[in-house]
Every structure is written in structure tokens, then in C-alpha cells.
């Protein structure tokens, strides 16, 4: 799959319709949305709020990534605002596996995702256990960082993983995405490439989800 999730934190708050509506225009087939606490990320973007101003204009699936601690407390909550996918990080919990109950419960897709510094290997106990795994290729807490090159290895080994295994669990990759480096990712083995200043600094959105959509090694 080769998909592209424009993240919300990247928008332009104060018109946040029009760019919610300039990706239903788009090519885009998700939309990230970040969530950060203050606690488990050094930064505080937003909450339930915003996803219900998500809910009601955008026409792509709501493809959320927890960067809390505690996601035990909220998953349900933001299964219940409209997500289409939850994720949380493995390295905030004690064990994911309740918690991912909770999100499959209410027949939402389950993420679990990891920072740079977290071993891939931790993944590997889960791979068959969630829909998606997602891979930080920034510490997660800001938009506009620089992609971290090993991720390229990580995604490789993930990949070799899900095809050793005959598994279909997803690969989304988060951070410093851009149309320079898409086609990179995506032949490493990704499925998602989230992108925030890449599609929402841009003079044209749409055109930068298209080109890394069908962007090339
Ligand atoms: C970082 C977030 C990312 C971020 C991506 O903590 O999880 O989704 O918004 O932004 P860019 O594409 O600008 O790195
Ligand atoms: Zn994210």
C-alpha cells in the first residue's frame, strides 16, 4: 500500500475548515492526528476538541496517535470521537495488550508505535497483534524535524518480519517526511507516510500529497 496521512499539527488553526477541506480535495487517504499530553512529549497540541471539528469535515479516515502517558484512560474515548485508527506508544505502557483490547473492542484498527530510541525488536512480540505498527523517524513532540536515516533499516526489518511471518499488519512512518525522501520510505517497505510541514507548509497541499504519493526511489 502506499499511502499518505497529512498531520493535522502542521495546519493553519485559525482557518481550520478550509485545510481540513483542502485534503478531502486531495489525494491524501488518512488524516493524522497528533495528540500530546505535556508529560509522556514535551509539548501539548490538542484534544478531543479538535477531533470533533475533524469528525465533522473531513471525508478521510482519523488516524490517531496517542503521545501520552496513561492511553488506557483515553483510547476509548477517541474510539467513540470517530477514530478510525488509535495507536499509542509501547514504551508508555506496561503492556499493551489490554489496551489494545479496549481499542479493538469498539472495532477500531489498533497502532502501536515506538520512538527512534526503542529497539524494533520490541515490536516484534505484537506484530501479529495490531493492525498497524508505526515508526517514529523523529522523537515524537514537534512537527518540522529532520527524518532519522536508520529508520530506513527498521522499516526494511519490519517488513522482512510481516512477509516472513505472512502477516498484513501495516507499516506507517512519522517525521520529517518529505518528497524527497517519500520514495525512499515507501521502497523500504511503508505503507503510511505521515507528513505535517511537508503538505501543510506548502503553497499547494494537494500537489505535495500527490507527488509523495506516486514518488519514486
Ligand atoms: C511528531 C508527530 C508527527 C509530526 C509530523 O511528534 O507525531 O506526526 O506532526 O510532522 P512533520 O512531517 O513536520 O515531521
Ligand atoms: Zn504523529
Known amino acids: 500500500m502506499r499511502a499518505i496521512a497529512p498531520s493535522i499539527l502542521s495546519a493553519d488553526f485559525g482557518e481550520l475548515r478550509q485545510e481540513i477541506e483542502r485534503i478531502n480535495l486531495s489525494e491524501a487517504d488518512l488524516f493524522h492526528v497528533d495528540v500530546m499530553d505535556g508529560t509522556f512529549v514535551p509539548n501539548i497540541s490538542f484534544g478531543f476538541p479538535i477531533m470533533e471539528t475533524l469528525c465533522k469535515y473531513a471525508e478521510k479516515p482519523l488516524d490517531v496517535h496517542l503521545m501520552i502517558v496513561h492511553p488506557e484512560k483515553y483510547v476509548e474515548r477517541f474510539c467513540d470521537a470517530g477514530a478510525y485508527s488509535v495507536g499509542f506508544h509501547l514504551e508508555a505502557v506496561e503492556d499493551p495488550m489490554p489496551i489494545l483490547s479496549l481499542i479493538r473492542n469498539k472495532n477500531v484498527r489498533t497502532c502501536l508505535t515506538i ?103
Do not use: C, W
Not at 493492525?131 to 529508520?151: H, N, W
Not at 517497505?189 to 506516486?214: E, R, Y
Open 115 to 217: 520512538n527512534p530510541d526503542i529497539d524494533v525488536h520490541r515490536l516484534d512480540p505484537y506484530l501479529d497483534q495490531v493492525d498497524m505498527v508505526l515508526l517514529m523517524s523523529v522523537f515524537a513532540g514537534f512537527g518540522g524535524q529532520k527524518f532519522i536515516p536508520e529508520t530506513l533499516d527498521k522499516i526494511r526489518y519490519v517488513r522482512s518480519e510481516i512477509t516472513r511471518r505472512n502477516l498484513s499488519t501495516l507499516i506507517e512512518v512519522d517525521g520529517g517526511v518529505n518528497q524527497k525522501n517519500a520514495g525512499d520510505i515507501f521502497a523500504a517497505g511503508a505503507d503510511i507516510l505521515v507528513a505535517g510541514s511537508a503538505v501543510f507548509h506548502s503553497d499547494d497541499p494537494a500537489a505535495a500529497v500527490a507527488a509523495m504519493k506516486h514518488s519514486v526511489a
